[in-house]
């Protein structure tokens, strides 16, 4: 099945500084990556689209200059945090999916990494 | 008004119960209705994807969706402790790749 990686898995910094979080998909090439952010006991809120080679689509409310996306390759996206504060802190997620009518793994469905923990002290 | 609602829980049941979870929405636009299962500290699992109103099972998960009364259900029988986790509901206008709106997630736990 399709698998999408996240790294780190978890990251400790200190307020102001900036973080990259990278999402890759392993065994399939991701035309497009979304990024979530889940504070605790709460959902997933998608912040932003990201199609590879063309500049993100962000959610109403989520500030494209503090949240950079950049989707480089077909199997790697990156989140740079920028500036970071405490209330940043917080778990982020990406999804990633296949060209559009690919079989196999990817698919038409989208396949979420396993999380990037962030906290800003 | 949420676009989607999922009552948060926590739920508890015993071991082999049926277990029902539900989500409303408001947006008739969905079309595409999904949950997922999310371990703690992990990301989410897709467990089932529906179109359109109607049933689907998939072993011991049964998922229904009334577009009628913007209402989708999950069914997990014969419950086991494996399964303790939280639900999320998740919803799209034009496929599960696309953008997805997604409820707050009920945690489920399973008594053995």
């Known amino acids: 099945g399709a698998v999408v990686s996240q790294h780190p898995s978890r990251v400790i910094c200190k307020s102001g500084t900036s973080v990259k979080i990278e999402c890759r998909s392993l065994?399939?090439?991701?035309?497009?990556m979304f990024w979530y952010r889940q504070f605790p006991k709460q959902s997933l809120m998608l912040m932003a689209t990201?199609?590879?080679?063309?500049?993100?689509?962000?959610e109403q409310g989520v500030e494209k200059d503090k949240f950079l996306i950049n989707h480089a390759s077909l199997t790697l996206s990156t989140l740079t945090v920028t500036s970071a504060h405490p209330e940043d802190s917080s778990f982020y997620i990406c999804?990633?999916?296949?060209?559009?009518?690919?079989?196999?793994?990817?698919?038409?469905?989208?396949?979420f990494g396993p999380g990037t923990r962030l906290l800003v002290l | 008004q949420k676009e989607v609602e999922q009552d948060p829980g926590p739920l508890s049941v015993p071991e082999g119960a049926i277990v029902s979870l539900n989500c409303t929405y408001s947006?008739?636009?969905?079309?595409?209705f999904m949950w997922y299962r999310q371990y703690s500290r992990k990301g989410p699992e897709l467990l089932m994807y529906?179109?359109?109103?109607g049933n689907k099972e998939d072993g011991r998960f049964t998922a229904q969706v009334d577009k009628s009364s913007k209402y989708i259900s999950l069914f997990i029988r014969d419950s086991q402790p494996s399964d303790s986790a939280t639900y999320l509901c998740?919803?799209?206008?034009?496929?599960?790749?696309?953008?997805?709106?997604f409820g707050s997630g009920t945690r489920l736990s399973i008594r053995p």
């Open positions: 999804s990633a999916r296949s060209n559009p009518g690919t079989s196999g793994a990817g698919g038409e469905t989208q396949y």
């Open positions: 065994d399939f090439q991701a035309t497009t």
């Open positions: 990201s199609n590879e080679g063309s500049k993100a689509t962000y």
């Open positions: 947006n008739s636009a969905f079309q595409y």
């Open positions: 529906t179109y359109s109103s």
């Open positions: 998740a919803m799209s206008e034009y496929s599960s790749a696309s953008k997805i709106i």
